[in-house]
């Protein structure tokens, strides 16, 4: 078909539109596996969070599991509560009269004052 100057050729034109087509559908296709690879990648960040959540969790259930052992209940109430059971005797260190214990004394501690071109040079060769 001929209109003014140019010529159609409906053959060619039913090409064109099937390339133009056909590009676009891989343009979409790309895109979404752009995507896919996107959320796949934080499904498995997501995954090694919630195994470290879980290994979290089992470690605190055994921690609450022998915090509540009548074992460990006993052990804190002698070591750190200072109790004592019925028949145990209990034993209390008094100091000797008289006696005043001396101070430790405290260490002062000792500063330097470099520069930070003094600390470089310490740095590199070891000054």
Partial sequence: MKIGPLEINFRRLGIIIIVC?????????????GEL????????TVRVQATGVMLTQEVLQTQVGLATSPAAVE???????????????VLVVMPVPGYTPQPS????????????LDVWLIFIFGK
């Avoid at 004394?105 to 930070?116: A, F, Q, R």
């Fill in 75 to 89: 052990e804190y109430a002698r070591s750190e509560a200072h109790m004592s059971q019925p028949d145990d005797k």
């Fill in 37 to 44: 690879s996107r959320l796949q990648s934080q499904a498995a």
């Fill in 105 to 116: 004394p405290t260490p002062t501690p000792i500063v330097n004052n470099l520069s930070p």
């Fill in 21 to 33: 087509l056909v590009l676009i559908l891989v343009m979409n296709f790309n895109t979404r596996l």
